[in-house]
C-alpha cells in the first residue's frame, strides 16, 4: 500500500506567527517510511518492491509534445531507452542517457546496450582508459550481432594503446572471417611494434597451418621489409627441417637489392644446407649478372677453404661468352675479342700441386710454356706445348765448371778434362716429377760428383762417376732417385 502525505505550510500559519511575507513550499513522499521524508528533496519515492515507471511513447509520439522542458524525460519504446530533451523547448535533442556514461573516478559495472557509445568525444584534452586497472580480467568490446566498433577515429591527433607494456601481459586481436584490416590514412604509416625496436614482432604464429598474406591485393602494392638505415636483419621461413619458403614474383621479377656497400647472402652464414638456384622439374633459364651494367660475379672466392664448384651435370653444355653452345663440347668458350687464360704459375707452384691430375693443363711462368700433364698423378710429367707443337727437352753447352741445375734445365753436359766437376741439384720438394740428364762428357779419370746424395735401389748414395756416364734422376717429392 502506498501512502501520500502532504505538508502544506500556510501564509495564515506564517502570519500568526508574526512572519509578514512566505513561500509555499510542497514536500511529496510516495512508498515506503510515508513520514520519514529527505529535508533536501521536493519529491521522493521510496520502495524495495517497485520501480519508478516514466512516460512511455514512441519516438513519433516523443516529437509530438509541444515545447517539451529542458530535461524533460521519457522511455523511448521505438529506440528501447530513457532519454532526456538536452535541448531547449524550441529546439529539443533528445539523447539516450546510456550513451553518457561518468568517467572521472569510481567504477562502471554492467551491461549497456546503447546504439552509440561515446567516450570523452569532444573535450579539448582527454585520456580514454578501458581496463587500466591493475588486477586480471577481460576486456570485451562489441558483441555477437554485426557491429562497427571506432577507436580514435576522431580529426584530432590520436594515440590508440591496445594491451599493457607488461612481460606477462597478452593481446588478442580477433576478425572472424570478415578478415583485420589495419587500415592508414592517405599518406599514414601503420606500424607494428614500437618505435623503440624492443621485443619481437611475430606475423603467423600458429602452431598449425596457417597461411600468412602480405600485399597479396590485387593493387600494385610495395611491401618494405626492414627497409630503415639501421644494421637490419631479416628472417624468412623457419630452420625446420620439414619447412619450405617459396617466394613468388609473377612477371615482374624478382629483385634482391643490396646496399650501396651491401652484400645479398643466399644461405646461412653457418654454410648449413644445400642452395639451389633454378630447381624446377621441366625447362627453365637462370640467370645471374645478365643486367647491361658491368657486373662482377663471384662464386665461392674464399681463400680460406677448399671449394667445390660443380656447374652442369654429365649431359649439360656449358658455355663462357657468346653463343652459341658446342654439342660436341661439355665446356666451350666463345669470343671473337678475347682468349682463354689458364692458371699461371711457376715450376714450384706446379710442383707443389698435390696428385695433379692426367691432362692438367697450366702456363709455366718459369719456362713461358703451356704445361700438360702427360703423366699420372703419382708420377706427373710435365710436357711443355709451343706453338708450333710440343717444346722438346734442351741440352746444355758442354760445362767446364761447377753447376748448380735449373728448373728450365733438361740435359746438361760436363766437361770435367780439366779438373773434377759437381753438378748440385735443386731441392727435390720444389721440383716433384721433374726429370735431370747429368752427363760426364770426357774420357779423363777426373770426377764428375752429383749433389746431394741420390737414391738407387731404396738407399741414399753419393754418385762419382770418373769415366763417360749418363745419369738419369727423377724427383719424387723429397729425394732424387736414379731412374736409368
Known amino acids: 500500500m502506498y501512502y501520500k502525505i502532504t505538508k502544506i505550510m500556510l501564509a495564515s500559519l506564517f502570519l500568526s506567527l508574526g512572519i509578514s511575507s512566505v513561500k509555499a513550499q510542497v514536500v511529496q513522499k510516495i ?88 567516450l570523452n568525444n569532444n573535450a579539448a584534452t582527454n585520456s580514454t582508459t578501458i581496463g587500466g586497472g591493475t588486477t586480471t580480467g577481460d576486456i570485451t568490446l562489441g558483441g555477437t550481432a554485426a557491429q562497427s566498433i571506432n577507436i580514435g577515429t576522431g580529426a584530432g591527433v590520436k594515440t590508440v594503446t591496445l594491451g599493457s607494456s607488461n612481460s606477462s601481459s597478452s593481446t588478442s ?18 606500424l607494428i611494434g614500437n618505435s623503440a625496436g624492443t621485443g619481437t614482432i611475430t606475423l603467423g604464429s600458429s602452431n598449425t597451418t596457417q597461411t600468412v598474406n602480405i600485399g597479396t591485393g590485387t593493387g600494385s602494392s610495395t611491401v618494405n621489409i626492414a627497409t630503415a638505415s639501421g644494421n637490419n636483419f631479416v628472417l624468412i621461413g623457419g630452420s625446420l627441417g620439414a619447412s619450405g619458403t617459396s617466394i613468388q614474383s609473377g612477371s615482374g621479377g624478382l629483385q634482391l637489392n643490396p646496399g650501396n656497400t651491401g652484400t645479398t647472402l643466399i644461405g646461412s652464414s653457418m654454410g648449413q644446407g644445400t642452395i639451389t638456384l633454378g630447381s624446377s622439374s621441366s625447362a627453365q633459364t637462370v640467370n645471374i649478372g645478365t643486367g647491361n651494367g658491368a657486373s662482377s660475379v663471384n662464386i665461392a672466392t674464399s681463400s680460406v677453404v677448399a671449394n667445390s664448384i660443380t656447374i652442369g651435370g654429365t649431359k649439360s653444355l656449358i658455355a663462357v661468352g657468346t653463343a652459341p653452345l658446342e654439342a660436341s663440347a661439355a665446356f666451350a668458350v666463345n669470343s671473337t675479342t678475347k682468349g682463354f687464360l689458364p692458371p699461371r704459375m711457376t715450376t714450384v707452384d706446379r710442383n707443389a700441386i698435390v696428385t695433379p691430375a692426367a691432362g692438367l693443363t697450366i702456363y709455366n711462368t718459369s719456362t713461358s710454356a703451356l704445361e700438360i700433364n702427360a703423366g699420372t698423378p703419382a708420377i706427373p710429367i710435365w710436357k711443355g706445348i709451343g706453338f708450333s707443337g710440343i717444346i722438346y727437352p734442351s741440352i746444355s753447352n758442354r760445362l767446364t765448371d761447377d753447376y748448380t741445375l735449373l728448373e728450365g734445365d733438361s740435359t746438361v753436359l760436363f766437361d770435367a778434362t780439366a779438373k773434377n766437376l759437381t753438378a748440385t741439384l735443386p731441392s727435390a720438394a720444389s721440383y716433384k716429377g721433374k726429370i735431370y740428364y747429368v752427363r760426364k762428357d770426357d774420357d779423363s779419370t777426373n770426377t764428375l760428383t752429383i749433389s746431394p746424395s741420390v737414391m738407387i735401389a731404396g738407399t741414399s748414395v753419393v754418385v762419382a762417376v770418373n769415366y763417360a756416364k749418363t745419369i738419369k734422376v727423377q724427383s719424387n717429392g723429397s729425394d732424387w732417385v736414379v731412374i736409368d
Open 173 to 190: 586481436i580477433q576478425s572472424g572471417t570478415g578478415a583485420l584490416s589495419l587500415t592508414p590514412g592517405t599518406t599514414g604509416v601503420t
Open 31 to 118: 512508498g515506503d517510511k510515508p513520514f520519514i521524508v529527505s529535508p533536501s528533496a521536493v519529491f521522493e519515492l521510496e520502495s524495495k518492491t517497485k520501480g519508478f515507471l516514466p512516460p512511455r511513447m514512441s519516438t513519433l509520439e516523443r516529437d509530438a509534445i509541444v515545447s517539451p522542458a529542458t530535461g524533460l524525460t521519457i522511455y523511448n519504446s521505438t529506440s528501447n531507452s530513457l532519454e532526456v530533451n538536452e535541448g531547449t523547448t524550441l529546439v529539443p535533442a533528445w539523447n539516450s542517457v546510456k550513451a553518457f556514461l561518468p568517467l572521472a573516478g569510481g567504477i562502471m559495472t554492467g551491461d549497456i546496450k546503447g546504439l552509440n557509445l561515446t
